[in-house]
């Protein structure tokens, strides 16, 4: 079977990869690139545990098909951190215990990104509305909503991100 | 269209969300997926003669951040606003959630409250349908092998007009409509209503246009549902008359008759209080 050539740029870096038609951005992800940041829960749009940044949109990369993403923008939980430190998100998470078992927490996090860059001071009810595509079985969900709003405030103090950095 | 003609088990896409569960869940892999998104009419979004022509395969978080489409058609936006999660939204379009042909497709009552028309093309060439003729029955369109929608045609609202949509689910989100209700409504310069148009989703195979709405609510000065004025009781039989709906887990025909009334004056009421403000 002739498999798709395909270009795209992932966290800052154009690279190529090879896949089937029907393969979804999520496995080409984990199986063909080997970034297994991004989690599998689902497989058909209802867990949000593969969300990942396509062209500044957030999305389900199990809804996307690999080929689509030719010439386009891929953000995923890879590329959050800096080379040497964490995403503010990343911080209130591990400060906040945001996480149990971690299998929900890549997709929380690109979610809360993108809740971030549109709307960087959301209420408690925005953020519940912008992660309600995210499943957690661990938390409750409350320490990940405090996490977000603990992250909000943190990178709009320029004294609190210097104190980060 | 001659790679659609061509390969009978074909299929078009543009957000996805429903192919690929499908494919997951066991439907043969199409021969062909023909991505609408690289069409460059399927994506634009323009405003001029007197209609909005809105591209079948934008997402909606494209067309909820739109702010001249988010004034022109409020109830319109309100329904893409509703499909899914922010994720699905990423993805999620209008010629989707019309040709997935469910009854419960929230964007849909909004689109023929508003008088939309589908543009069609396909191998016989372009033509335009009444987007309340596209859907025929649950998962079936009257839109042939060949054929995708490549964009809307709306009537840009006159002064005094303007559409709602609200839809009831027992959670806050991420949930498919019980039932849903979509109302347009034009007041004249007393705030009178001289045009309404009435639709709903998830009480019949399709969504269905209250057509005896408009007759009851020309003339009137819409108010809040007080419960006293005689035509919100007309209004409430001509949309039970309207409803044919089933029992199933969501909820039952009788509850969804009883919902179908509550919504279709909430819509109504919304509808007539921002064709006020545009006064």
């Not at chain 2, 989707?96 to 060439?125: F, H, K, Q, T």
Request: glycine content about 10%.
């Amino acid at each position: 079977m002739s498999r798709t050539h395909v270009t795209c740029v992932l966290n800052g870096d154009e690279i190529d990869f090879l896949c089937n038609d029907y393969q979804t951005l999520l496995s080409a992800l984990r199986d063909e690139l080997g970034m297994i940041g991004t989690k599998e829960g689902c497989g058909t749009g209802d867990c949000g545990a593969c969300s990942v940044i396509l062209d500044g949109q957030l999305v389900c990369s199990c809804l996307v098909f690999a080929p689509e993403v030719e010439g386009r923008r891929v953000e995923t939980i890879e590329g959050l951190a800096e080379v040497d430190h964490l995403h503010p998100l990343q911080d209130s998470f591990l400060e906040g215990a945001a996480f149990q078992c971690g299998v929900c927490t890549p997709g929380f996090l690109m979610a809360a990104k993108a809740l971030l860059d549109r709307n960087p001071s959301p209420t408690e009810t925005e953020v519940r509305y912008g992660v309600a595509g995210n499943l957690c079985r661990c938390t409750g969900y409350d320490k990940i909503v405090r996490s977000i709003l603990d992250a909000a405030a943190r990178m709009s103090d320029p004294e609190r991100q210097k104190e980060a950095t | 269209m001659e790679l659609l003609s061509a390969n009978p088990g074909a299929a078009v896409f543009a957000g996805a969300t429903d192919l690929i569960p499908q494919i997951q869940a066991g439907r043969p892999e199409p021969t062909l997926a023909v991505d609408l998104k690289r069409i460059p009419e399927t994506g634009r979004i323009e405003n001029s003669g007197g209609f909005w022509r809105v591209g079948a395969a934008i997402p909606a978080a494209v067309l909820t951040a739109h702010a001249g489409l988010s004034a022109a058609f409020p109830g319109l936006v309100e329904g893409a606003g509703l499909i899914g999660s922010d994720q699905i939204q990423g993805r999620a379009t209008l010629g989707g959630n019309l040709c997935n042909a469910s009854p419960a497709a929230d964007s849909v009552p909004p689109l023929v409250a508003l008088g939309a028309e589908a543009i069609i093309v396909g191998r016989g060439g372009e033509r335009s349908a009444q987007v309340s003729e596209v859907v025929i029955g649950p998962s079936a369109t009257s839109l042939d092998q060949s054929e995708f929608i490549t964009e809307f045609r709306i009537p840009a609202p006159s002064r005094g007009s303007s559409d709602a949509y609200e839809r009831f689910i027992p959670r806050t989100e991420m949930d498919i409509a019980v039932v849903g209700a979509a109302a347009r409504i034009r007041v004249d310069g007393d705030g009178r209503c001289e045009e309404a148009a009435v639709v709903l989703a998830a009480v019949a195979p399709t969504v269905v246009e209250v057509s005896a709405a408009s007759g009851i609510l020309e003339g009137r000065v819409i108010p809040h549902y007080s419960g006293r004025d005689a035509f919100w009781d007309e209004l409430g039989e001509a949309v039970v008359a309207c409803c044919n709906p089933i029992d199933d887990k969501r909820g039952t025909a009788e509850y969804r008759r009883k919902v179908a009334q509550v919504l279709a004056r909430r819509t109504v009421v919304t509808a007539a209080r921002r064709a006020r403000e545009t006064l």
